[in-house]
C-alpha cells in the first residue's frame, strides 16, 4: 500500500513539473529558431544570440537587472526573515498589517505611492532622487512580505520547546537561535530568498515608477 501511494506521488510530482517547466523548454528551444515570428520551427541558428551579446543596451539592462535582484533579494531576505520570526513570536497586530500591505495592494497603487513619498523625501532633504537606489528601495519593500510568509511558516511548524530546552541548558539567545532556530528554518529562508529574486527580476511596474528620468544605462526595465 505505502509503495502505490509512493508512486502516485512521485507520478504525481513529476506531471507537476511537467507542467510548470514544459513551456519554458520549449520557449528556449525556439529561441535557436530561425524565424522572426516563432510560429513554426523553420531552421537551427545562434544568429539571434549573437544579436543580443552585440546588442549594448541589452546586455547593461540585464546586469543592472541580476545587481538589483541579488541586493534586494538579499536585504528583503534578511529582513523578511527577521519580521516572519517576530509575528510568529510576538502576536503584534501592527506588524503583519506593516509587512503583509505591500502584498495585499495593486503593484500600481504601491509604485504611485513610492513614487510620491521619493519626491517628497528629495524635496525635503534633497538627497534621495529617483534612479537605481529608490528602485532598490522599492524592490526590498516589496519582497519583505513574501519572505516573512514563507519564513513564518516554517516558524509554525517549528517545536518552540526545543529552543526552552537549549535556553534552560545555558545556550544564549545567540546561540539557541545559530542552533537550533536556523537550521530549522532554513528552507524556508532558501525558498523566500529565490521568491525575492524571481520577484524582483519579473517586477516592471514598480520599477518603472521609481525609476525617474534616469540615464540610458539605469533605465534597465523599459528595455525589457
Known sequence: MAKKQSRWLWASALLTYLFLYLPLVIVVLYSFNDSRLNAEWVGFTLKWYDKLFHNEKMLSAAANSLIIGI???????????????????????????LVLTPIAIPELLMGVSLVIFFVIVNQLIGILELGMITILLSHVAFCIGFVAIVVRARMQGMDDSLVEAARDLGATPFQAFRLITLPVIKPGIIAGALMAFTLSIDDFVITFFTAGAAPACCRWRSTR
Open 71 to 97: 541586493i534586494a533579494s538579499a536585504c528583503s531576505t534578511v529582513l523578511g526573515t527577521l519580521a516572519g520570526i517576530a509575528m510568529h513570536r510576538y502576536k503584534l497586530r501592527l506588524l503583519p498589517f
